[in-house]
């Protein structure tokens, strides 16, 4: 590589889908520009992950991204729609997993779910990404790259012209998917349960109407004699995809490559045998083969170099975890990599990246792998099979221990925990309360450190000023109500400080010694000197 580059940067993103632009987006809301290249010629032309969870849609809330994803999904799919399990469409329920994928959700989170396709998404994440101050190159591929002391050099080709140009960054994150070429460069290895079948996505336009007319269905499991797979349909009903998992008989060879046969007749027969209309109009608008694996990476840094997304972990889309385990990812990465550039916060910070985040890859690997074996291939369940955790646990619940958190998860507790459970334990998740209208505590945490007090806990005021000064760094601070401090585990003179990605770095339940006591725990948070 040239020893002077061609461009300077912060933060270098390999991968511009899902994970790599909100990564530069969340970097931009925290006032870093970030630079992104992608092989590809422009963003996803599949709908690819399609149902985005709370944790991920407050993440996008923070960075004013939620009002245009909601519109953008009612208008795809509607609202809310359920979870269930068929023979086939026109068939034979076998099981309802979810009602409405929103119930129950309203005292959690001021987010809901929503399905929407990631061809959708990802326009309006790139148009959020450019305003934040991110510069975006399509058809640009990663060749090779060296990680230093104080740098990262990386070599890119632009595939239209061949030329090659050098980048040096600060820190590169590879958002480069389940074959990231930057993880096996940096020899990073995989554990899990590995590869479970080859799969295939068929993309199809029939009219289904009548056997989806007023069941609002999100996600319709297929377990029939010739496969096993799961649909989605779009608002009208005539357009949509089929994932064909397995095949037939299980004990058959070959029941696991359904990749092996293409055709055009055998794709129209799947959807057909789905549909359970033999006669069925199918028009096969494109056909897409990919692995349902279930693999967590061995590390998440190497130097300056971090992984993010598939690139970290892959799994089965049963539970719609890769994609929002991700867009989480780069939340929890991005407010630290800009507080280390920005002088704020010390380099050992970005260790805790890997602490907290892979130990929730790994059980989002377990619980996915979990469903797809009791939905998809049910026949396959074993007493060593994992029972499967609620969606709050896994979507709101995550759980962090790192030396960046005082009194955090507690050694041998899980990654993911009911938010019922923790109530505002260090390394949870905030709790949601509404502080006015249309301002969650949630919100509270868009921007910067908040502090969260009791109606007794004037003194945490001028604690708070003074710490400010002595660690240089910005915090905001708002009261809560007597009637919610149950939920936060404090009392009314305590007090709760919370991180820009919603999460809760140290609590006090009283004020007793606030002004050295707040100093300290915004130290350890920042892990500054």
């Known amino acids: 590589m040239a020893a002077r580059p061609d461009e300077l940067c912060d933060v270098l993103i390999v991968g511009g889908s899902l994970v790599g632009l909100s990564a530069a987006a969340f970097l ?11 092989k590809h010629a422009g963003t996803s032309i599949h709908p690819r992950a399609g149902y985005f969870h709370i944790g991920t849609m407050e993440a996008y809330r923070r960075i004013g991204l939620e009002p245009a994803i909601r519109q953008a999904s009612e208008e795809q799919f509607g609202p809310d729609g ?68 104080d740098h990262v050099l990386a070599e890119v080709r632009d595939l239209d012209t061949g030329d090659l140009r050098t980048i040096r960054a600060k820190y590169m994150i590879a958002a480069d998917g389940n074959r990231s070429p930057v993880r096996e460069a940096l020899g990073i290895g995989m554990s899990g349960p590995g590869l479970l079948s080859d799969s295939i996505t068929i993309y199809f336009k029939a009219d289904c109407r009548p056997w989806l007319e007023g069941r609002q269905l999100g996600v319709i499991y297929v377990v029939n004699a010739d496969q096993r797979g799961f649909f989605r349909f779009e608002a009208g009903g005539t357009r949509g995809f089929l994932a064909v998992n397995t095949l037939g008989d299980l004990s058959l060879p070959g029941a696991k490559d359904v ?57 089965p889309p049963t539970g719609g975890f890769g994609g929002n ?49 009791r939905r998809v291939v049910p026949e396959e369940i074993a007493p060593d099979t994992p029972e499967m955790k609620d969606e709050l ?3 709101i619940g995550q759980f962090y221990r790192s030396a960046a958190i005082v009194g955090g998860r507690p050694e041998g507790e899980l990654a993911c925990v009911h938010p019922d459970v923790t109530r505002g334990h260090p390394g949870s998740r905030v709790p949601h309360v509404w502080l006015q209208e249309g301002i969650s505590t949630i919100d509270w945490t868009a921007a910067n450190f908040a502090l969260f007090m009791g109606p007794q806990g004037d003194a945490w005021i001028d604690s708070a000023s003074e710490a400010c000064r002595a660690v ?13 401090l149950e939920r936060f585990g404090i009392g009314p003179a305590g007090a709760l400080l919370a991180r820009p990605d919603g999460f809760v770095a140290w609590r006090a339940s009283d004020s007793t010694n606030a002004a050295a006591t707040l100093e300290q725990a915004l130290k350890t948070a920042l892990l500054s000197p």
């Open 28 to 38: 931009g809301a925290h006032g870093i520009e970030a630079r992104v290249i992608e």
């Open 82 to 149: 359920g979870i269930n399990a068929v023979e086939s469409l026109a068939g034979r329920e076998l099981a309802r997993h979810v009602d409405s994928i929103n119930a129950g959700v309203e005292p959690y989170s001021p987010s809901r779910r929503f399905f929407m396709t990631q061809q959708s998404l990802e326009p309006l994440l790139h148009k959020r990404a450019a305003e934040l101050g991110a510069k975006l190159s399509y058809r640009s591929e990663l060749v090779g790259f060296g990680s230093y002391d």
């Open 259 to 315: 990749a092996g046969d293409l055709s055009h007749e055998r794709c129209v027969a799947l959807v057909r045998s789905a549909v359970g209309v033999p006669d069925l109009e199918v028009e096969i608008e494109d056909v897409a083969t990919w692995k349902a694996t279930a693999e967590c990476a061995d590390a998440y840094r190497v130097g300056r170099v971090f992984l993010a997304g598939d690139a970290a972990h892959v799994v």
């Open 325 to 373: 385990t991700g867009v989480q990812d780069a939340a929890n990465l991005a407010w630290k990599v800009a507080a280390v550039l920005k002088g704020e916060a010390g380099e050992a910070l970005l260790d805790s990246y890997e602490a907290e985040r892979r130990p929730v890859g790994q059980l989002t690997v377990e619980q996915a792998y979990a469903r797809y074996i």
């Open 393 to 395: 646990t896994m979507e």
């Open 472 to 484: 240089g760094f910005a915090l905001s601070g708002t009261y809560l109500s007597n009637d919610v």
